[in-house]
T-cell receptor
């Protein structure tokens, strides 16, 4: 069974440039999460989807961050414009449902903003 | 809302010895899960062990076991017979209706 796939693995951009990350969850997983992980810290939730609906985006900085999950499968997370403080790893995870417990993570996308 | 606290930024253990990683949590939910995840340097988070809060029996997975103290809201991870491959960041997490909340992690070093 294929795991959660994320791309790109690494991205280096200049500040004020846009960037997008893509995530393909495990087949059949209705719940999809985007987490932000700063160096040496635990993941922090940015947004959670149940199928196509963003059910929790309270921690998403909406002035520059946006996300979508068209058709309830793949998801993209966009930052525009990027700032120096956005340098981090962006993790995507999926699960059968929020109450089923275990999350399955992708390898993450490491963003460096210069 | 949930909070998870890991008070040990770093732990070191000799190979083949036993180490315990600490975690405390706070949640307003009555139905929740607790997890320990491992994150090796490659960055992919891997589930180590899971505990349903309604179960009194402590979960075990081979060399990994937990000490779940529900009243104290404590959820520690014990690793027996530590191996070099156990070296990683370990994250405690609490999960409920809103997904998982993670602690800041404990960096586990295995001394050969």
């Amino acid at each position: 069974e294929a795991g959660v796939v994320q791309s790109p693995r690494y991205k280096i951009i200049e500040k004020k440039q846009p960037v997008a990350f893509w995530c393909n969850p495990i087949s059949g997983h209705n719940t999809l999460y985007w987490y932000l992980q700063n160096l040496g810290q635990g993941p922090e939730l940015l947004i959670r989807y149940e199928n196509e609906e963003a059910v929790d985006d309270s921690q998403l900085p909406k002035d520059r961050f946006s996300a979508e999950r068209l058709k309830g499968v793949d998801s993209t997370l966009k930052i525009q414009p990027a700032e120096l403080g956005d340098s981090a790893v962006y993790l995507c995870a999926s699960s059968l449902g929020a109450r089923t417990g275990e999350l399955f993570f992708g390898e993450g996308s490491r963003l460096t903003v210069l | 809302a949930q909070t998870v606290t890991q008070s040990q930024p770093e732990m070191s253990v000799q190979e083949a010895e036993t180490v315990t990683l600490s975690c405390t949590y706070d949640t307003s939910e009555s139905d929740y899960y607790l997890f320990w995840y491992k994150q090796p340097p490659s960055r992919q988070m891997i589930l180590v062990i899971r505990q349903e809060a309604y179960k009194q029996q402590n979960a075990t997975e081979n060399r990994f076991s937990v000490n779940f103290q529900k009243a104290a809201k404590s959820f520690s991870l014990k690793i027996s017979d530590s191996q070099l491959g156990d070296a990683a960041m370990y994250f405690c997490a609490s999960g409920g209706a809103d997904g998982l909340t993670f602690g800041k992690g404990t960096h586990l070093i295995i001394q050969p």
